[in-house]
């Protein structure tokens, strides 16, 4: 399990998908490449792991570079240009990217739904591993079947099942119900032994915690030995979890300082979903 920091290159996105992570970070300018190259050296050498992460961070200007600074040997893909940038996933690939991940328009919380045939075949030809991720939610919690099909179809090496998170505490229909978590569970442990991993390694996602399956180590550090650093130079538990309400700290010329740290949560599963559970996560942070 990855322990570091995220670091967040850029929000901007015209797509604004429904319950996206960045919602918050969007009202803020990209970070310019120099400026991300001094931060997270500078992070590197005060002894954090760094990985980065942006809206569209094929596109971002150099961005060979800044992966191969971070030892990073995979992209978040955008399904909805990937066809166009070939020559960039060339690029990635030359400079030792192996893996583009793309999230299929399956998932219900993407409102335009685009053809994943092209996204997987830029990603294909250009030499990389090709890794899916399917967001499930209450909407879309019977098409396993159908999502395991389409990774099939179009040659994918690996899909990760992953689950809707609330951005808030608000009731919203796009989050399951433990009952749904549990039977989904089920189900892809059925799947899985369906379908030979030399075709498709199939993977449920750490946002599903352990409950339901049995122990895989604990699932999450947020706040504790994982951070995001959003756009406003402010430190964050996740890349989930950065929303001005969740802020324990600020990133200055290279340095973090934490004020508060997350504590109170089990780490065998989502710390946002324990709070969303529990309806409350004022008073979950204390000062350091
Ligand atoms: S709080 Fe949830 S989203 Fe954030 S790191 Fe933990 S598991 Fe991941």
Redesign the pocket.
């Known amino acids: 399990m990855f322990e570091g920091v995220y670091y967040l290159l850029d929000a901007n996105c015209s797509h604004l998908c429904e319950g996206c ?1 960045l919602e918050s970070q969007r009202v803020y300018n990209p970070r310019d490449f120099e400026t991300s190259i001094n931060d997270i050296t500078k992070l590197q050498t005060n002894g954090f792991k760094v990985k980065v992460t942006a809206s569209n961070i094929v596109r971002y200007p150099n961005i060979e570079k800044i992966l191969s600074l971070c030892e990073q040997n995979y992209v978040l893909a955008d399904i909805f240009t990937v066809q166009q940038d070939i020559d960039i996933l060339e690029r990635l690939h030359d400079s030792g990217v192996e893996i583009a991940f793309i999230t299929s328009s399956h998932s219900s919380n993407i409102k335009d739904r685009f053809s994943i045939e092209h996204a997987s075949e830029a990603i294909k030809k250009a030499g990389l591993e090709l890794a899916i991720s399917y967001i499930l939610s209450p909407q879309n919690k019977n098409e396993i079947h159908n999502m395991i099909a389409e990774a099939i179809s179009v040659d994918a090496d690996s899909i990760r099942f992953m689950r809707y ?1 609330p951005t808030n505490l608000n009731q919203n229909d796009l989050n399951l119900s433990r009952q749904e978590e549990r039977i989904i569970i089920k189900e892809i442990y059925n799947a899985q032994e369906g379908v030979p991993k030399e075709q498709l390694r199939i993977y449920i996602h ?2 599903f ?1 352990t409950k339901f399956r049995p122990s895989k180590g604990p ?4 706040g504790e030995k ?1 951070f995001f650093i959003g756009l406003d130079n402010i430190v964050y ?5 950065s929303s001005p309400e969740f802020a324990i700290g600020t990133f200055q010329n290279g340095h973090i300082k934490l004020e508060k740290k997350l504590c109170g949560y089990e780490n065998d ?5 324990q709070m969303y559970h529990n309806k409350k996560y004022i008073g979950r942070f204390i000062k350091n």
């Open positions: 992570f998170l750490g946002h915690g699932v999450c550090f947020a994982i538990p996740c890349e989930f979890l599963e989502c710390k946002l979903l």
